[in-house]
T-cell receptor, first 113, second 114 residues
Framework: KQEVTQIPAALSVPEGENLVLNCSFT??????LQWFRQDPGKGLTSLLL?????REQTSGRLNASLDKSSGRSTLYIAASQPGDSATYLC????????????FGTGTRLLVSP | DAMVIQNPRYQVTQFGKPVTLSCSQT?????MYWYQQKSSQAPKLLFH???????NEADTPDNFQSRRPNTSFCFLDIRSPGLGDAAMYLC?????????????FGPGTRLTVL
């Protein structure tokens, strides 16, 4: 059974710092991996999607990498801003059956001014 | 803008009183999903529709049902809500088997059970 773990569970940094969020998964048979942002009490906003054949994706100050063989992904946020404060969730789409998304429990990020 | 819409955003119901949550989409996606997310937990898939085909997760309680009358709309019915059903309910859509197959989420409905 696929399990997704995110470390750390919470992170607090000063504005301007570069930071890395980690995601690990137990079964490397994935179709893709998606990073989401969730603001308190809100839905999920998709940030980046990496196909299983890709190594990284970039969007603005965000860069996500994928090492499928080791079951790891990282989300790098450059020059963090207070507006980046949110919970970041990673989810893998399984490569079996209906390819459902399996989520981690997220990293709660606080960027202080 | 194409999007996923959920109504209501906040729903309060009484213990045991049936409640229906609504999701609509303008993306014309053939797959619609319902997730349950309890506080500080990962979203958990309850079921999904692939066109009109309903697919229930093995551990989804019988108390939860769903209807999809057409491509655009999908409903989540909770027949007899218990206190443990208080959660955020997220609707999502995707195009099945497309290369990028990204899931797009609505803003969620927060359900409170009194």
């Amino acid at each position: 059974k696929q399990e997704v773990t995110q470390i750390p569970a919470a992170l607090s940094v000063p504005e301007g710092e570069n930071l890395v969020l980690n995601c690990s998964f137990t079964d490397s048979a994935i179709y893709n991996l998606q990073w989401f942002r969730q603001d308190p009490g809100k839905g999920l906003t998709s940030l980046l999607l990496i196909q299983s054949s890709q190594r990284e994706q970039t969007s603005g100050r965000l860069n996500a990498s994928l090492d499928k063989s080791s079951g790891r992904s990282t989300l790098y946020i450059a020059a963090s801003q207070p507006g980046d404060s949110a919970t970041y969730l990673c989810a893998v789409k399984e490569n079996t059956g209906f390819q459902k998304l399996v989520f981690g429990t997220g990293t709660r990020l606080l960027v202080s001014p | 803008d194409a999007m996923v819409i959920q109504n209501p955003r906040y729903q309060v119901t009484q213990f045991g009183k049936p409640v229906t949550l609504s999701c609509s989409q303008t993306l014309n996606h053939n797959v619609m999903y319902w997730y349950q997310q309890k506080s500080s937990q990962a979203p958990k898939l309850l079921f999904h529709y692939y066109d009109k085909d309903f697919n229930n997760e093995a551990d989804t309680p019988d108390n939860f049902q769903s209807r999809r009358p057409n491509t655009s709309f999908c409903f989540l019915d909770i027949r007899s809500p218990g206190l443990g059903d208080a959660a955020m309910y997220l609707c999502a859509t995707s195009r099945a088997f497309e290369l990028y197959n990204e899931q797009f989420f609505g803003p969620g409905t927060r359900l409170t059970v009194l």
